[in-house]
């Protein structure tokens, strides 16, 4: 019996009536379905675990119901375990899931034929305070933001590619996005939409002041280096959306393409049918 992961998004589901769906079709064509602890409790026929190593171990798929954020919660997990993930937009845009609402019948056809996958180059972060790393080769899929926490005042970074520096920003903050990330954050701050299948790093400036501050995309060998030089305006770093630590003058991010990948079972959507989908509001 194949072991599923069903990760719902009770903030998108809040009923949980997709997700009662999904349990049941999949529990009706054969598949063992497992959760977080945390949905034990809400009257669910599945098995639940609360560690997330022996969740995902051995799992043939993760089914994700909600948005593109409910994907990057996951993704962390599945990558390391070479889990593919396949998801259910429950969201708003939702580039990186691959079925909508209306598509959950066919779950259980897709993750019981020979499916083929789409790997997604992810990010790897580090951090280093006063010298040492807080933390290092942090995976995301999307982006590692640093940004203002205050409204007043902004902060000044220095951009460096393999120890040369790039340029200095004075803004509100900047984003480093692989190219499935360049749909997320970066897009909405100006920054260019990337086809997914490329390993990048993107920079994005968020609301730069300056004519000159623009977004930079360099090639997945480059290291780059964003270190916080001003001391007057406190900043935040998070990583796919969750906070990761309060940055201080002189604290430094390193950020390459790493060699883990997010697996996503694919669908045959084209990019660019994808792209065209989301941006006319098909």
Avoid: W
Wanted: proline share 3%; charged share 20%.
């Amino acid at each position: 019996m194949k072991k599923i992961v069903l990760m719902p998004n009770a903030m998108r589901d809040k009923e949980l009536t997709y997700t009662k769906k999904v349990l049941s079709l999949l529990q009706s064509t054969g598949f063992q379905v497992c959760m977080s602890d945390e949905f034990n409790g809400f009257s669910l026929n599945a098995e639940f675990f609360h560690d997330c190593d022996t969740l995902y171990r051995g799992a043939y798929a993760v089914v994700v119901l909600g948005g593109d954020g409910s994907i990057l919660r996951a993704a962390e997990n599945a990558s390391r375990h070479g889990t593919p993930i396949l998801a259910v937009n429950l969201g708003r845009l939702g580039f990186i899931a691959q079925l909508e609402k209306d598509d959950i019948p066919r779950i259980p056809e897709i993750l019981s034929s020979d499916f083929s996958i789409d790997e997604r180059k992810m990010l790897s972060v580090s951090l280093i305070k006063n010298g040492e790393k807080i933390f290092r080769d942090k995976p995301a899929l999307n982006d590692a933001v640093i940004c203002k926490t205050s409204g007043l005042g902004m902060v000044e970074l220095e951009l460096s590619c393999n120890g040369r520096k790039v340029i200095s920003y004075r803004a509100d903050g900047v984003i480093a996005a692989s190219a499935t990330g360049s749909t997320a954050y970066s897009m909405s701050a100006g920054g260019p939409i990337i086809d997914s299948s490329l390993g990048i790093v993107e920079i994005t400036p968020i609301c730069a002041h300056s004519l000159k501050a623009k977004p930079i995309v360099f090639s997945g060998t480059s290291c780059l280096d964003i270190t916080l030089l001003s001391d007057d305006c406190e900043a935040a770093l998070s990583i796919d959306g969750a906070p990761s630590a309060i940055l201080e003058k002189g604290d430094r991010l390193t950020v390459t393409v790493s060699g883990k990948t997010t697996k996503l079972i694919s669908l045959s959507n084209n990019f660019c049918d994808v792209l065209y989908n989301k941006m006319n509001d098909k």
